[in-house]
Nanobody, 117 residues
Framework: QVRLVESGGGLVQAGGSLRLSCAAS????????MGWYRQAPGKQRELVAS???????NYGDSVKGRSTISRDNAKNTVHLQMNSLKPEDTAVYYC???????????WGPGTQVTVSS
């Protein structure tokens, strides 16, 4: 099993920055993708950013150019730096670890990010 623990959420003013971190523990599949999804009230969960164990990144359209995802494979951690935050970035952010072969998803409990205008 995989356990994901998130940190770094909170309240920030529009235009500010935030860094989310996620640490994975347990039996970590060697081929994986770690990343962040978010879900705002009344909306579907959407991809924020992800990064594979070999460094390939993918960003959601809403955060491209404002966010940077990175990971430390030795520590099984992933970090998301978000800049120029907007009120529409307000959501619960979930850490995700996706085993690539065979595909399977693990989720963290979520951390609230609130951006005030």
């Amino acid at each position: 099993q995989v356990r994901l623990v998130e940190s770094g959420g909170g309240l920030v003013q529009a235009g500010g920055s935030l860094r989310l971190s996620c640490a994975a523990s347990g039996i970590i599949p060697s081929l994986n993708s770690m990343g962040w999804y978010r879900q705002a009230p009344g909306k579907q969960r959407e991809l924020v950013a992800s990064i594979t164990s070999f460094g390939s990144t993918n960003y959601g359209d809403s955060v491209k150019g404002r966010s940077t995802i990175s990971r430390d494979n030795a520590k099984n951690t992933v970090h998301l730096q978000m800049n120029s935050l907007k009120p529409e970035d307000t959501a619960v952010y979930y850490c995700n670890l996706k085993r690539l072969v065979p595909e399977s998803d693990y989720w963290g409990p979520g951390t609230q990010v609130t951006v005030s205008s």
